[in-house]
């Protein structure tokens, strides 16, 4: 029998306080994870980067092959999570099994990550309303409009953090409901009014390479192969973001069950329905060439094309608001990283930034900092390549913990939480690497060339940081520091 203070006791054991509020459930701890993945929000803002490479293939094979890739990476760091079920996630996780530099890998990775998401979900919303409502800023004024709008967006999600968690889990909880029931009734919908199943679509390898004309997803190109592995960088991007179960940690009953269960049903759960909409749209699409030279406007294009003018604005609207849901989810599980690693003075500034507000019990110093973070990201890249970005960096930082963990079981790692793979989890924890080290491959190609310069500029100056400065000041966690 799970009695109110064990967390707490499980928590004091690794070595922190109870200091933000628990008091999300096990439900509310999945609702988190699945509203960051939102397949709302990914599933459609890159809908193209998908149906642009392979055709039809990348959306009716691809899918569900990177989704089981993503399955395997979610197993394993659920098991971890249930060992030590902290704000810090992975952070913690990497500084435990594989020592302090791992650790301080993975936590600037992670937060990186989570701030390039967050950039990239709201940008995201933004092209997206504008597409699906028909809106045209003036080109001369169109940047300075996109930043306006997308500071006060992320100015009103900050806001909504700021005032703690008893609000944003009840709007997350809100958004876990509204997706499943939107992309629900999107797929019913969408079946009932295909004219013609057209099956083929679903495995259909089609180069579609350079298109749209005037602004190809990728660079024209002849190897249908290597197109189609670009493609796994839509539901890559799509289902990221099931880490923000491990940063509530702190703030969720029965955290060592409900966190690793709230990793594994969002992916499995956001994958599943996630296809099913998605083949929906494939399906009923008019046409799939001229889906192709739709580009980003696919999927309005597509609703447009196929329900009444006012259903199609209904169900794009949901979108949206989802969307907006999605980004404050993102933002939720950024402070709660930043909290956790300022916390250890892992970053400048830490004793400002690991403050928490007395009276929402909120880590308020580091909401305001994600969501600055995240604006500045908006205004220096462009959408696909900040998504690049975001996607390389999590996974790197979902994989460095867990690829230390192979060599951590059994040796120093002997006492696992209740939730646990048994012996798959080392043959799980090696695809998740291999897994991890292709993607890293695939999203830093052409169009998105400048994730390379990012990334590995990240590399070039974390080692700089860490071999002159950081390995000598930076503890870690406390559990490690009394190890």
Not at 222 to 235: I, S
Not at 463 to 481: S, T
Request: charged share 10%.
């Amino acid at each position: 029998m799970h009695r109110p203070n064990d967390d707490e006791l499980t928590l004091e054991r690794l070595g922190y306080r109870q200091e933000l509020a628990r008091r999300m459930s096990g439900f509310s701890n999945f609702a988190i994870s699945l509203s960051i993945i939102c397949i709302l929000a990914g599933g459609i803002t890159s809908f193209h980067v998908g149906l642009c490479s392979a055709g039809g293939a990348s959306i009716g094979i691809g899918w569900p092959v990177v989704c089981l890739f993503s399955l395997c990476v979610a197993a394993t760091m659920a098991q971890v999570a249930s060992a030590f079920p902290t704000a810090g996630g992975l952070y913690h996780w990497g500084s435990i099994l594989g020592g302090r530099a791992c650790g301080w890998v993975t936590a600037w990775y992670n937060l990186a990550g989570l701030m390039t998401v967050l950039a990239a979900i709201n940008a995201g919303t933004y092209d997206f309303t504008l597409v699906a409502f028909g809106l045209n800023p003036p080109t001369s004024q169109a940047a300075s409009i996109k930043t306006v709008v997308v500071v006060a967006m992320t100015l009103s999600q900050g806001l909504l953090n700021h005032y703690g968690i008893r609000l944003t889990t009840w709007l997350t909880d809100l958004s876990g409901w509204l997706i499943l029931s939107v992309a629900v009734l999107l797929t019913v919908a969408l079946l009932i009014v295909t004219r013609q199943y057209e099956w083929a679509r679903l495995w259909t390898f089609t180069n579609y390479s350079g298109l749209p004309e005037g602004a190809p997803v990728f660079p024209k190109q002849q190897n249908l192969g290597w197109l189609f592995a670009l493609g796994f960088l839509f539901p890559a991007y799509t289902i990221t973001g099931f880490d923000a179960s491990a940063h509530t940690s702190e703030e969720t009953v029965r955290a060592a069950e409900n966190v690793p269960r709230g990793i594994i049903r969002s992916v499995w759960i956001s994958g599943a329905f996630g296809w099913l909409m998605i083949l929906a749209l494939l399906l009923a699409m008019p046409s799939v060439a001229e889906g192709v030279s739709k580009g980003f406007e696919v999927i309005p294009w597509t609703l447009r094309s196929v329900f009444h003018d006012k259903l199609a604005t209904g169900f794009l609207a949901a979108i949206v608001v989802a969307q907006f849901l999605c980004g404050l989810a993102a933002l939720t599980s950024s402070s709660r990283m930043t909290y956790a690693f300022a916390r250890d003075g892992g970053l400048p500034f830490s004793g400002g930034l690991r403050r928490v507000n007395p009276r929402t019990r909120s880590p308020s110093v580091a909401v305001w900092t994600s969501a600055l973070v995240s604006v500045a990201l908006v205004v220096l890249l462009r959408y696909e390549t900040i998504a690049a970005i975001g996607t390389v960096f999590l996974y790197i930082s979902y994989v460095v913990p867990v690829a230390a963990g192979i060599y951590a079981h059994e040796r120093s790692w002997k006492q696992m939480g209740p939730w646990q793979l048994g012996k798959w989890y080392k043959p799980l924890a090696s695809i998740s690497v291999v897994g991890c080290v292709f993607l890293l491959v695939i999203g830093i190609q052409p169009p998105n060339q400048q994730a390379l310069w990012v990334v590995g500029g990240t590399a070039i100056v974390q080692l700089a940081v860490w071999y002159g400065f950081e390995r000598r000041r930076f503890q870690g966690p406390p559990k490690l520091c009394a190890d």
